[in-house]
Structure formats: structure tokens, C-alpha cells
T-cell receptor
Framework: KQEVTQIPAALSVPEGENLVLNCSFT??????LQWFRQDPGKGLTSLLL?????REQTSGRLNASLDKSSGRSTLYIAASQPGDSATYLC????????????FGKGTKLTVNP | NAGVTQTPKFRVLKTGQSMTLLCAQD?????MYWYRQDPGMGLRLIHY???????AKGEVPDGYNVSRLKKQNFLLGLESAAPSQTSVYFC????????????FGPGTRLTVT
């Protein structure tokens, strides 16, 4: 059974710092991996999607990498801002059960001014 | 273009009552999903649909029923609500391309007393 783990559960950093959020998954047979952002009391916003054949994706100050063989992904946030404060969720789409996503529990990020 | 919308935003039910949550999307997506989000559990898939008139069970389907009579709508029903169904419910949709990137609604907060 695929399991997704995100460490740490919470992270607090000063504004301007570069930071890395981690995601690991137990079964490397994935179709793709998606990073989401969730603000308190809100839905999920898709940030980046990496196909299994890709190594990384970039959008603005965000860069997501994927090492499928080792079961790891990282989300790099450059020059963090208070507006980046949110919970970041990682989800994998397993091969076979292609319609479904398996989610991690998230990392709650706080960027302090 | 409203994306994915959910009705209602909040609801309080008494044990044994029934209700229906409505999800609507205007992106012409084939696939739609219902998740629940609980503290410490992450998001879990309840039911999903790969097209009009089709539904399938997810990870935690017990106590819920769904219907997809129209492509743009996906209904989640609780026939006899239980306190264990207190949760935040999210609907999502995706286009059946190679990525199946999912787009989420804002959520419905349900409390069962």
C-alpha cells in the first residue's frame, strides 16, 4: 500500500529565507506527483505537477524535484515571504490506480516578517 | 469560469439526519472526486467518477452514496449521518489527459452532533 510522508509537520522561518519541504513515498511505481498549497479554511490549490519521467518543475519562486527511484520529492521555495504561510501537501498518483491520489499529511509553513 | 464550486459551505446535522452535498465544475472535466479531510489523517478519497453515469468506491466509501447524473455535477449523500462523519469535505475534478491534475473546490465543513 502506498504511503506518503511529509517531514517536518511544521516549519517556521524568517522572511527571506530559502527553504525545502520534503515528501517521501513508499512505492516508486507512481505516475506523477503533485504539490498543493492549502490556506486555513480553504481548498487546495495545485502548485506543481511532476510526471514520473521528469526530474523537476519550476514555477516562479517554486521548484519541485522528483527522485522516483529513491521515493523522494522536494519543494524548494526561494526568498520566502509571509504570504507563503500555508500548509503544503504532497500527493502521488500510483500506477494502476490511476484515478486516485494518495496524500501526505502536509507541512505547515509559517514565514515570520 | 468559476472552477469547482461546492454547496453548502457549512452544515450542522443531528445524528440520523440525511443530506446531500453538491459539487459543480464548469471546466468540462470528465473525472470528479469526493474527499474528506480530518485532523491527523490527511485527505482520503470517498468516491469518484470517471464520467457521467459512472461512480466507483474510494478508500472510505462506507456511509456515503454518490451520483453523477450530469457531467458537471457530482453529488455526495449521507443517508443517516453519524458523528464520525464530522469532517471537511472536498470535491475535485480533472481532465482525462496524461496528468490527471486535480482541481479542488473550497470545501464543505460538516458537523454531526
Amino acid at each position: 500500500k502506498q504511503e506518503v510522508t511529509q517531514i517536518p509537520a511544521a516549519l517556521s522561518v524568517p522572511e527571506g529565507e530559502n527553504l525545502v519541504l520534503n515528501c517521501s513515498f513508499t512505492d516508486s511505481a507512481i505516475y506523477n506527483l503533485q504539490w498543493f498549497r492549502q490556506d486555513p479554511g480553504k481548498g487546495l490549490t495545485s502548485l506543481l505537477l511532476i510526471q514520473s519521467s521528469q526530474r523537476e518543475q519550476t514555477s516562479g519562486r517554486l521548484n519541485a524535484s522528483l527522485d522516483k527511484s529513491s521515493g523522494r520529492s522536494t519543494l524548494y521555495i526561494a526568498a520566502s515571504q509571509p504570504g507563503d504561510s500555508a500548509t503544503y501537501l504532497c500527493a502521488v498518483r500510483p500506477e494502476g490506480g490511476s484515478e486516485k491520489l494518495v496524500f501526505g499529511k502536509g507541512t505547515k509553513l509559517t514565514v515570520n516578517p | 469560469n468559476a472552477g469547482v464550486t461546492q454547496t453548502p459551505k457549512f452544515r450542522v446535522l443531528k445524528t440520523g439526519q440525511s443530506m446531500t452535498l453538491l459539487c459543480a465544475q464548469d471546466m468540462n472535466h470528465e473525472y470528479m472526486y469526493w474527499y474528506r479531510q480530518d485532523p491527523g489523517m490527511g485527505l482520503r478519497l470517498i468516491h469518484y467518477s470517471v464520467g457521467e453515469g459512472t461512480t466507483a468506491k474510494g478508500e472510505v466509501p462506507d456511509g456515503y452514496n454518490v451520483s453523477r447524473l450530469k457531467k458537471q455535477n457530482f453529488l455526495l449523500g449521507l443517508e443517516s449521518a453519524a458523528p464520525s462523519q464530522t469532517s471537511v469535505y472536498f470535491c475535485a475534478s480533472s481532465y482525462p489527459d496524461t496528468s490527471l491534475e486535480q482541481y479542488f473546490g473550497p470545501g464543505t465543513r460538516l458537523t454531526v452532533t
